[in-house]
């Protein structure tokens, strides 16, 4: 059960992350949303279900997240459970030698910053605060199957090393009570994809024969986040409809 909990959701205006966030709400929990685009933020807010529980983060400012942790935490009375959701696809073809061999250091950077940055050091925020707080909490990052595949640039790069701090955090901190685990969705329905409400759900690239719906995700999500599952830790559960297996 994860009624009363409380939980941040980053990246949640849309997509998985939004799923995620209202499935939590529907739960019972408080949740707080956060994004780029406070407006936006502010709208999904609301259609959860939590007035203006929301926050603008942007997510390549590291430095800002102590700070914006403090304040959400306030605004909550508390944080039990965070999710890692906020990422950033590179701006090439990762898979185009042309574009690969052409990547500048500030497009580098700025996918680094957003995937791992981001999640180490909220990873981090949050783990003092519930060693300070005496909270068993859960930490959940939704990483991505290229964390399984070779990879050429910036974006699988960031996902592998991400799925590594998953794996390390879980085992350094599951003796203090601190579940940390991910998610590694395959192709999703959503508009980071490409895919656009009314578009075909078929993926003739993926076994099952279609993309994984968003819900499909926050399903999962909900379940690693429960008290049932607290004995997987340091995992991230591949759910891609077998498209990555070779």
């Known amino acids: 059960m994860l009624r009363g909990n409380r939980a941040i959701v980053t990246g949640a205006s849309r997509g998985i992350g939004f799923a995620i966030a209202r499935s939590l709400a529907n739960a019972g929990c408080r949740v707080l949303i956060t994004g780029r685009n406070i407006a936006t933020v502010k709208a999904t807010a609301k259609e959860i279900g939590h007035?203006?529980?929301?926050?603008?983060?942007?997510?390549?400012?590291?430095?800002?997240?102590?700070?914006?942790?403090?304040?959400?935490?306030?605004?909550?009375?508390?944080?039990?459970?965070?999710?890692?959701?906020?990422?950033?696809?590179?701006?090439?073809?990762?898979?185009?030698?042309?574009?690969?061999?052409?990547?500048?250091?500030?497009?580098?950077?700025?996918?680094?910053?957003?995937?791992?940055?981001a999640v180490f050091f909220s990873m981090q925020t949050a783990v003092r605060y519930m060693r300070e707080n005496k909270i068993k909490g859960n930490i959940l990052n939704v990483t991505s199957v290229a964390g399984y595949e070779p990879t050429n640039g910036a974006y699988g790069a960031s996902k592998i090393a991400a799925t590594g701090l998953t794996r390390g955090w879980g085992k350094r901190f599951a003796s203090e009570?601190?579940?940390?685990?991910?998610?590694?969705?395959?192709?999703?329905?959503?508009?980071?994809?490409?895919?656009?409400?009314?578009?075909?759900?078929?993926?003739?690239?993926?076994?099952?024969?279609?993309?994984?719906?968003?819900?499909?995700?926050?399903?999962?999500?909900?379940?690693?986040?429960?008290?049932?599952?607290?004995?997987?830790?340091g995992e991230t559960v591949v759910l891609d409809g077998a498209y990555a297996i070779r």
């Open 51 to 117: 007035g203006d529980i929301s926050y603008a983060v942007d997510s390549v400012k590291q430095k800002e997240i102590p700070a914006k942790f403090a304040e959400a935490a306030s605004l909550l009375g508390g944080v039990d459970i965070l999710v890692n959701n906020a990422g950033l696809f590179a701006q090439r073809n990762e898979w185009d030698s042309d574009s690969l061999l052409s990547t500048t250091l500030a497009e580098w950077q700025k996918v680094m910053d957003v995937n791992l940055s």
């Open 177 to 233: 009570g601190i579940v940390i685990n991910g998610i590694a969705p395959g192709p999703v329905a959503t508009e980071m994809n490409g895919w656009h409400e009314g578009d075909p759900m078929e993926h003739d690239r993926i076994p099952f024969g279609r993309f994984a719906t968003i819900d499909e995700i926050a399903s999962l999500a909900m379940h690693l986040l429960s008290k049932e599952a607290e004995m997987i830790c």
